[in-house]
């Protein structure tokens, strides 16, 4: 079987909006007999698709199932570059080590790695990441920004933007940002993002940006140890979310805020990160390898670090933390 001509047909279908696609001009644009058309049709209803069959018209794709997968994702896109290519994995050890190695293998800016199930998925500071299967989005971007490798860590936070942005836009919920890396609703942890760099000396060669987020998990869901500090988009907002819909739509927020970051500097970014964190006087513990210390936070640098005032009126700037609210 061709699997690019699949693909085609799934996206002509999805392009079609409703309209049938007549299934002898497809069989005669690829060469193809319509018996081979036909097979692709039956494969698609066995992945989930409901397709109408429609006489002397053609077919009607009437709905999709909740899959992530290329064409689901490519029919909501509105980027320039960001998911033009995709690689899709039912099941895989972990999105960001086959990114890292694709990034290394010269993989285009924008190339996304996406999983419906990862077995080994990795958190920050090497914990393991609770991927479930078909509940969340796990997915690895390469990204090829025009930085140096000090503006590297800030990459983080405009992700993290983009992030709350499209969720914002796709489902009306608000979430906050918990500095550096997770995105919150009502005090719990629904996405986590793992940012990793491959650089030279004086240029970022590849942003490796991993994101983890809790889509459709309903309580039963998540182990144990998760239940009261994880939470999922469907538990808070009551529906079941498009998972492509949201991945198209945080790669368009993302596009857009790396190019901001590219051209304009942090400022920005800055901004739109201290609305969405909301922390300015906020009473804040963080625990770091060595010391744990205690103040109220001012924002966040330049540099994106964490600022503390301390009780003694000190300023500190934190680099690296897991931060206590
Ligand atoms: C965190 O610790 O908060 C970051 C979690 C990042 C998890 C994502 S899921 C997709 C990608 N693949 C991985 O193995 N990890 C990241």
Redesign the pocket.
Known sequence: MNSNVKHELLKRLFEANGAPISGQEFADEYGLSRTAIWKYIKEFEEEGYEIASIRKKGYVLLSSPDRINAANIQQHLKTDHYGKIIHYYESCP???LIAHDAAQANADDGTLFVAEE?TA????MS?P?N?AAQKGI???IVIRPSLMPHQAPQMTLVAAVAIVRAIEELTGIEPTIKWP??IMISGKKMT???TELQADPDRVKAIIL???MNVNQTEEDFPIELKSIATSLRLEGGQVVDRSRLIAEILYYLELYTTMYEKHGFSPIKLLWESYANIEGKRIRAVMLNETIEGSAIGISDDGLLELKMDDGSVRAIFSADIEI
Do not use: E
């Open positions: 972990s999105t960001q990862q998925g990795k958190g920050r914990r990441w991927s796990w997915m690895s890396n997770d986590g993002i793992l991993g994101i983890g």
